[in-house]
């Protein structure tokens, strides 16, 4: 793990402390890098009225682009899963929203790195602000 991605996972960790889960016990943290070189971090906020909860990735995506910033260069996520568990399709796109094509995302567990993934690798041939721009 090179020190971005360290610095990264370990802002990710931190805040994943920090995650509202007390329905699913599901915790998970998000840290995202943006071409400014900041980096801003989320949590997973669930919701007694389940379906308003917040993924951790929407969260830090949410705190990001609230300080102005829209260019995410590297997302991370951390959850409790013993193995490999990516963003859901919800959050693939909101990610996209920030995103390049070849914007990073990895997926991690709290005992590291599992898989690392390009945007246009996890959400192939997507919508994006591109198709609405009369440009
Ligand atoms: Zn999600």
New binding site residues.
């Given amino acids: 793990m090179d020190d971005t991605t360290r610095a990264l996972f370990d802002a990710a960790l931190r805040v994943q402390e920090h995650a509202h889960a007390p329905y699913s016990n599901y915790h998970v943290g998000c840290s995202v890098l943006t071409s400014s070189g900041q980096i801003y971090v989320g949590a997973n906020i669930e919701n007694a009225a389940y379906p308003q909860g917040l993924?951790a990735?929407?969260t830090a995506l949410a705190v990001m682009a609230s300080h102005g910033e829209r260019q995410a260069q590297v997302v991370l996520t951390v959850c409790d899963s013993e193995g490999l568990a990516t963003?859901?399709g919800?959050?693939r796109q909101k990610i996209r929203e920030f995103a390049t094509s070849e914007t990073i995302i990895h997926a991690c567990s709290r005992n590291g790195l599992w898989a690392t993934y390009t945007m246009d690798g996890l959400l192939p041939d997507s919508f994006g602000p591109e198709h609405l721009s009369t440009a």
């Fill in positions: 993924c990735e929407a963003s859901c919800g959050c």
